[in-house]
């Protein structure tokens, strides 16, 4: 791991695939049949989280993938220490109540403090299921986030929530979809220490005039990488819906992400939540070689950010 100075903005990726990782379970699409086969080009990767730390030693967990337990696992910084229960993770914020970046909370139930920071929209979803009960409330804190309403989940450490082009969870889903409206169940985070800022958007189905001011200047931008083109799944013959449709502005095409980040003034450019049928998961691939060339980094697992 990289020495970062205390009271500097560190971030560990922990996931970049999005939902069902890479490679899928049940997939054998092309760049799963490759991930299946050991290719190198194709490093496995799990589900879309991070951790975010100041000084180091207490940890922020934006989104709680269902990989969480394996990504601990994986990140020294984040296991225990001392004697009998600890845990370096402090507070866990969550983007939208998407399978993907909730279903790790189950796994952190084991009755150690922290302080869970969602929407109101996101917590109801949550509370309306009852597994997630299993979160005891008098250990885990509850707290909600307004948009533009900057919090602190970590001393020295202020997080900022805006409203995101996006759409209910999958299984709130009912009668004709809105894909694309900005509502509470789909948030970005402008994330700060310091005299930097990192913006974290791993959902969003339009790049807009709102999205591009709210990246401008970031030191960091983390974005939906979801897929390479809109038709990518069918395409593949493993869906039925396109990039948009699920919520997910593709890279490629007439306002695709690439395009539209490209006159933008932007440190360090990120694709994360990447679909395991997106072939910007292939080094070397033609895509991979095209989001490159553009100044586009493409995440790993494990990958470390001081912006």
Not at 82 to 93: D, F, K, M, W, Y
Not at 133 to 149: C, F, G, K, N
Not at 150 to 160: H, M, N, Y
Request: hydrophobic share 40%; glycine share 10%; net charge negative.
């Amino acid at each position: 791991m990289t020495s970062t100075p205390v009271g500097h903005l560190r971030v560990i990726v922990l996931g970049s695939a999005a939902g069902g990782g890479s490679p899928q379970w049940n997939c054998r699409c092309p760049v799963c049949s490759l991930a299946w086969a050991g290719d190198p080009r194709v490093p496995r990767r799990t589900q879309s989280s991070l951790a975010v730390s100041v000084d180091g030693r207490t940890w922020a967990i934006l989104n709680c993938s269902p990989d969480i337990r394996e990504q601990i696992g994986a990140t020294q910084a984040l296991w225990p220490t001392g004697e009998a229960r600890h845990t370096p993770i402090g507070s866990v914020v969550l983007t939208n109540a998407d399978v993907d970046h909730v279903a790790g909370l189950l796994s952190l139930r084991e009755r150690s403090g922290l302080t869970l920071w969602a929407t109101a929209t996101t917590a109801r979803y949550l509370r309306q299921n009852p597994i997630f009960s299993v979160l005891a409330d008098d250990v885990v804190e509850w707290r909600t986030i307004e948009p533009e309403a900057a919090f602190a989940p970590l001393e020295a450490l202020s997080v900022v929530p805006f409203l995101a082009p996006g759409k209910v969870p999958l299984y709130a889903e009912a009668g004709e979809v809105e894909t694309d409206r900005r509502t509470e169940a789909t948030v970005g985070l402008e994330v700060r220490a310091g005299d930097k800022r990192l913006v974290y958007l791993p959902g969003c189905a339009l790049v807009d005039e709102d999205v591009l001011e709210r990246a401008e200047g970031a030191d960091a931008l983390l974005f939906d990488g979801t897929v390479f083109t809109d038709d990518e799944m069918m395409s593949a013959g493993v869906g039925r819906k396109t990039g948009r449709r699920m919520g997910h502005v593709p890279i490629s095409g007439d306002g695709g992400s690439l395009e539209a980040f490209a006159g933008s003034g932007i440190g360090r450019r990120i694709y994360i939540h990447i679909n395991n049928t997106n072939p910007i998961l292939i080094e070397g691939s033609p895509e991979r070689l095209t989001v490159e060339a553009a100044g586009w980094v493409v995440a790993e697992d494990g990958m470390e950010i001081v912006p």
